[in-house]
Each structure stands twice: as C-alpha cells, then as structure tokens.
Antibody, heavy 123, light 108 residues
Framework: EVQLVESGGGLVKPGGSLRLSCAASGFTFSSYSMNWVRQAPGKGLEWVSSISSSSSYIYYADSVKGRFTISRDNAKNSLYLQMNSLRAEDTAVYYC????????????????WGQGTLVTVSS | IQLTQSPSSLSASVGDRVTITCRASQGISSYLAWYQQKPGKAPKLLIYAASTLQSGVPSRFSGSGSGTDFTLTISSLQPEDFATYYCQQLNSYPLENTFGQGTKLEIK
C-alpha cells in the first residue's frame, strides 16, 4: 500500500525556518517525481515545488522561490522541504504528493497524497 | 496558465446530475486532472488526461474537454460526493502547476 506521511510542521515566528519531511513507503520512491502542495486555511490548493526522481530537475512556485528548498533522499525514501524566511502567508497545511507519469514529458496528476502537516507562521 | 472554475459553489440533491466547468487561460490540450477533497482530508485524484477515470473511482464521474474548456460531470449524486472539487493543469508541469479555485458541492 502506498503511504506518504508528512511531519515537521508547527508554529514558527515570521522570519523563522522549518523543515518538513515526507516518508514514503509501498512503492519504488526513486522512480517518481514528487511534489509539495499547500492549502491555506479555508483556501484552495497551491502547488509549491516539484523534484524529479533523481533530483536533476527542481522547480518552485514564484511565491516561494529563493526561500524554500526541496530535496529528497532516495536511500531513505524521504522528501524534504526546507522553508526559510517564513511569512504569515505561508501558513497552510503542506501535503507531499506523488506525480503520476503519463507519456512523453507529460504527467497525469498527483495520484497519492499524504495527510498533510500544518505550518503556522505567527508572532 | 490560469484556471477558472464555475460555479464556485453549488447546491444539489442526491440523485441530481451535476456539471462543473474549468476554463484555462490558454490551451492545455488534454492535460487536465480533477480532484475531490473532503473536509480535513487530502485531495483524491478522480480523473486525469481530461477524461480518464482513475482506478477505483465510480463510473458516475466523467470528464470531458480539450484545449481551454473542460467539464466534470457526476451523473447521479450520492451522499458521499458532497465535497470540494478542483481542476489542475499539467500542460506546463513540472515547470509550473496550477489548480482551479475549487467548487464546493453542497447538499440542497
């Protein structure tokens, strides 16, 4: 059974840092691109970042570029998100999600999601 | 690429046929997915490639469209279908990725 379990969320002051982790199991983690998606309280979904299977390709939403860093450790079946210079508007539930490969260079959505971890940025 | 869903909210009854629309700001071929999210839960992939049902998803869900206009249809609403639905474009993934603002489907 595919499982994604996030951890590392919590309360942090503006300007602070936090590192999220996502532990994967039930599939060959090293074969899949992975993502972080967030959802502010009462709001919609916002894609944050993606990383290819071998970490060769990394992309960020403009809203987090230069502040957040995505990484992975395929030996540990783990995905990470280092979040620096946090702002109140980064307050959200953060989900890790697996990308479903389609064909060519295209993907077919995010087929497995974790339960999410809440990050609250407040003084 | 921006995605605009309509309506933003919708009231319907069990057994109704419901259609949700997603419009892209530029053509995205058929690279569109639909998700269902219930309160306090992670999103669930329903449909990918605009019209392909994800494994395990009931056949009352269907998707159609290409280019800029897409629809998600639920043929006969069941009590468990009351949730928020999101579209997602994958034409420019992974360089960028966007979701629609969501459509909340409520019980009338």
């Amino acid at each position: 059974e595919v499982q994604l379990v996030e951890s590392g969320g919590g309360l942090v002051k503006p300007g602070g840092s936090l590192r999220l982790s996502c532990a994967a199991s039930g599939f060959t983690f090293s074969s899949y691109s992975m993502n972080w998606v967030r959802q502010a309280p009462g709001k919609g979904l916002e894609w944050v970042s993606s990383i290819s299977s071998s970490s060769s390709y990394i992309y960020y939403a403009d809203s987090v570029k230069g502040r957040f860093t995505i990484s992975r450790d395929n030996a540990k079946n783990s995905l990470y998100l280092q979040m620096n210079s946090l702002r109140a508007e980064d307050t959200a539930v953060y989900y890790c999600a697996r990308a479903r490969y389609g064909s060519g260079s295209y993907y077919n959505g995010f087929d497995y999601w974790g339960q999410g971890t809440l990050v609250t940025v407040s003084s | 690429i921006q995605l605009t869903q309509s309506p933003s909210s919708l009231s319907a009854s069990v057994g109704d046929r419901v259609t949700i629309t997603c419009r892209a700001s530029q053509g995205i071929s058929s690279y569109l997915a639909w998700y269902q999210q219930k309160p306090g839960k992670a999103p669930k992939l329903l449909i990918y490639a605009a019209s392909t049902l994800q494994s395990g998803v009931p056949s009352r869900f269907s998707g159609s469209g290409s280019g800029t206009d897409f629809t998600l249809t639920i043929s006969s609403l069941q009590p468990e279908d009351f949730a928020t639905y999101y579209c997602q474009q994958l034409n420019s993934y992974p360089l960028e990725n966007t979701f629609g603002q969501g459509t909340k489907l409520e019980i009338k």
